[in-house]
C-alpha cells in the first residue's frame, strides 16, 4: 500500500513549498524509496496553459504534454518520480470533472456538491499517483491555509487519514517564522495562528518545517511544539540557503526529517545515501572558473519566469566546473540602444521561449549578433524561430521574412502555423504539446552534445520553421540538425562553422537535472567557456571573432546600430 504525504503552506506564499516537497521526495528516494508526486492548485484556470508569465511564472511542460505549475519542475530535478498528466490538479480541472460526471448523469439524481463530490474528485486524483510500485505518495497544496479556494483541497486531506488510516497518511505544514530586524525577535505568532487554522479543519500536522532567515533557538522551538501541538523534534527549520536550493535537502536530513517520516509511515527502507548529491554540491561551492551568459528576453524581473533556464544553466555549470553569471538583457531596450553596450563581459547569448511581438527585433538583432562575431548562441523554441528569421533576413537576403505568428502577411513567412493549428480557435492545451522524437543529423553540433541520433524532447508552442524554405536555408550554411520523422518538422537548426549557434524548436530545459546536465546546456556552455578563455584558439575580444563565412561582419552591425547615437566600441 502506498503510503501517503500532504504538504500544506502557512501563512504567506512564495515560501518554496515546491522545493521543500521535492526535498523530501529526494530525501525518500535517497533511503531507496520509490516516489511519486504531485501538485494541487486551488485557482480555477483548468491549467497555467493560458496564464501569463507575470501572473504564474514558467509554465512547465510534462513527457505527455500536461501544461503545469513550475513545482513540476522541481520534482523532476530532485526526483526520478514519473511526472505526468496526473501530477498538477488545479481547482477548474477538478470542477470540469465533476460538471462532466454531472451531465453524463453519473450522479444518480443527487445534488452535486462540494462536500462530497468535489472532495471525492480531489481524493481520487490523488490516488491517481499511488500504485503498487510506489512507496509514498507526495501531494502538495498550493496556496496557503486560510485561503477560501484552499478549503475543499485541506478538507479532503483531512478525510484522506480518515479513509486510509493515521498510520498511512502524515501532513507537513511549511509555514513563515519572520525575524524582526527592529527588535531582534524571531515571531512565532503567524505560523501558531496558521496551525490553529489547519487543526479547525481537522488536519494536525506531524512535522512543522519552519522557514526563516536566523537559526531557531531551543526556546522558540519549544514555544512552537506547545502552541502547535507537534513534538519537539518535528519542529525543523528551514533557513534561506546560502548557496543553492540543492542545500535544502541536506538540511532537512541533519534534523532528521528522514528518520520522522520512516517513523512515523513505518516504512522499512536503509539509511539515506547523500553521497552524490554531495559532491554535486561541492562542485557548486568550488568553481573553477565563471562565464556570463546574456539571456535577451521579456520577463527577466521576475525569477520565476525562466525557472528551468536558469537551473539548467547551473546545471551546466556544474558539469564544466564553472559558475555561471546570467546577464539580463530586457530585448526591448536592445531594440532601442542596441546590443553592444550590453555585451561586455558577456560569452554567450541564449534567447529563451516566448508569444507576442513585444521585444521580437531585440532579439533578432541577438541573434545577428552572436552569429556574425562567433559568440555562442543557444535559442530555446522562440529562440530557434529568431535564428531562422535572422539567417533569412540577413543571409538568404529574404527581405521581411518572417513569423506569422508576428506579421501574418509577411513577404517571406520562414516560420509559419502547422496546418493542423491553422483549424484551432481555442487557445487552452491546444499547441504542440508533449515529448516528439527527434532524429538528430551526425557530425552537428547538436549530435556532438547527445551522442545520439534519436532523442526525444518537450515542445510548447504552435509556429514551424517553414519547409518551402529548407534548400535555401541547406544551400548557404543553415543546417537543420534535428527533425521529427513522422512529420519532417525541423525541430534543431545551426549554422555550419560557427563554434557554437544551436536553436531547438523544444524545451531542452525541462529535461535537465543537476546530477544530469542536459547535453546541450552543457555543450553551449561549454562553448561559452572556450571563447572567454583567453588561452583558447578562439579570440579573446567578441569584435575580433568575426567568422567571415557568412559575408557578414562586425561592420554591418556596427552599420545597423548607427543612428542610436551611441559609441558602439
Ligand atoms: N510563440 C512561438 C510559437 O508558438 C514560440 C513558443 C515558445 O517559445 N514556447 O511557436
Known sequence: MTKHIYITGGVVSSLGKGLTSASIGFLLESMGLRVAMQKFDP?????????????HGEVYVTEDGLEADLDLGHYERFTHALINLHSNYTTGKIYSAVIEKERRGDYLGQTVQVIPHITNEIKEAARR??????DVAITEIGGTVGDIESLPYL????????????ENVMYIHLSLVPYLRASHEIKTKPTQQSVAKLREIGVIPDVLIC?????????????????????KEAVLEEKDVDFSIYEIPLMLADQKLDELIVRRLNLACKRPDLTRWKQMLEQIKHPDREV???????????????????ESLAHAGIANRCRVNVKKVPAEDVEKVGLQRFMAGVSGVLVPGGFGKRGI????????FARENGVPYFGLCLGMQIAV????????????AHSTEFEPDAPHPVITLMEEQKRVTRLGATMRLGSYPCRVKTGTRAHRAYKSEAVSERHRHRFEFNNVYRAQFEGRGG???????????????????????????????????????????????????????????????????????????????????????????
Open 361 to 368: 527585433e531585440g532579439k533578432v538583432r541577438a541573434a545577428q
Open 43 to 55: 485557482y480555477i484556470n483548468v491549467d497555467p496553459g493560458t496564464m501569463n508569465p507575470y501572473q
Open 479 to 569: 543546417v537543420c540538425s534535428g527533425v521529427w520523422p513522422e512529420g519532417d518538422l525541423v525541430e534543431i537548426f545551426e549554422v555550419a562553422g560557427h563554434p557554437w549557434y544551436v536553436g531547438v524548436q523544444f524545451h531542452p530545459e525541462f529535461k535537465s537535472k543537476p546530477t544530469a546536465p542536459h547535453p546541450l546546456f552543457r555543450d553551449f556552455i561549454g562553448a561559452c567557456l572556450e571563447v572567454s578563455n583567453p588561452k583558447s584558439a578562439a579570440p579573446d575580444s567578441v569584435e575580433e571573432s568575426v567568422r567571415p563565412f557568412i559575408g557578414s561582419s562586425v561592420h554591418s552591425f556596427r552599420k545597423q546600430d548607427a543612428g542610436t547615437g551611441l559609441s558602439n566600441g
Open 129 to 134: 499517483i499511488e500504485s503498487p510500485d510506489i
Open 292 to 310: 556570463t551568459i546574456a539571456i535577451v528576453g521579456k520577463y527577466l524581473e521576475l525569477q520565476d519566469a525562466y525557472k528551468s533556464i536558469y
Open 389 to 400: 528569421i535572422e539567417f533569412a533576413r540577413n543571409v538568404l537576403g529574404l527581405q521581411g
Open 211 to 231: 522557514r526563516t532567515e536566523v537559526p531557531l533557538s531551543e526556546d522558540i522551538r519549544a514555544k512552537l511544539s506547545l502552541f502547535c501541538n507537534v513534538p
Open 155 to 166: 478538507e479532503a486531506a483531512r478525510q484522506y487519514q480518515l479513509d486510509q488510516g493515521r
